[in-house]
T-cell receptor, first 116, second 116 residues
């Protein structure tokens, strides 16, 4: 099955600096890579995702890059703000054989703290 | 009520009790999931119901039993649990199948379970 490794487990940055979180995956059949943000006491929410047919995607201060050959993908947050403080989870997914729901395998999470 | 709703939000039970967690989604999705979230561990997929397919993680003990009577409701029946089963149980839903843009998970707020 799929195995997703996520690093670092904790990350502290000064407000305004950039933050980078990295993940590696093992299953070459994985073709969908979402990132979820979970604030303290709240549910995980999708912040950005990327599919295997592109190498980079941006959404304002957030970007994700994918290297299929090396089987790793990264989340980049620029101009960090205190409200970016949360746990971030990466995930990798492939379709079930029936083509229905994808099975997401999550990384262990990164606790990001943005210091004011 | 919109989104994905889970009840109860908190549950304390003894090892000999039988209880159930309930999840309801109001998004018109056709796939529902149970995830287990333990401290400092990856989100662990327990069960998926999607279209005509049920997928389960083979490592999930039989003391957890899912039920999905229709595409909007999902239950997790709990029986003779162990203290190590204490965790946050997250329900999620998605629109599965066809469009590769599908399968974004929407999570519920979770049911915090404590087994004494």
């Amino acid at each position: 099955g799929e195995n997703v490794e996520q690093h670092p487990s904790t990350l502290s940055v000064q407000e305004g600096d950039s933050a980078v979180i990295k993940c590696t995956y093992s299953d070459s059949a994985s073709n969908y890579f979402p990132w979820y943000k979970q604030e303290l006491g709240k549910r995980p929410q999708l912040i950005i995702d990327i599919r295997s047919n592109v190498g980079e995607k941006k959404d304002q201060r957030i970007a994700v890059t994918l290297n299929k050959t090396a089987k790793h993908f990264s989340l980049h947050i620029t101009e960090t703000q205190p409200e970016d403080s949360a746990v971030y989870f990466c995930a990798a997914a492939r379709s079930f054989s029936s083509g229905s729901a994808r099975q997401l395998t999550f990384g262990s999470g990164t606790q990001l703290t943005v210091l004011p | 009520e919109t989104g994905v709703t889970q009840t109860p939000r908190h549950l304390v039970m003894g090892m000999t009790n039988k209880k159930s967690l309930k999840c309801e989604q109001h998004l018109g999705h056709n796939a529902m999931y149970w995830y287990k979230q333990s401290a400092k561990k990856p989100l662990e997929l327990m069960f998926v119901y999607s279209l005509e397919e049920r997928v389960e993680n083979n490592s999930v003990p039989s003391r957890f039993s899912p039920e999905c009577p229709n595409s909007s409701h999902l239950f997790l029946h709990l029986h003779t649990l162990q203290p190590e089963d204490s965790a946050l149980y997250l329900c999620a839903s998605s629109q599965a199948g066809g469009n590769s843009g599908a399968n974004v998970l929407t999570f519920g707020a979770g049911s915090r379970l404590t087994v004494l």
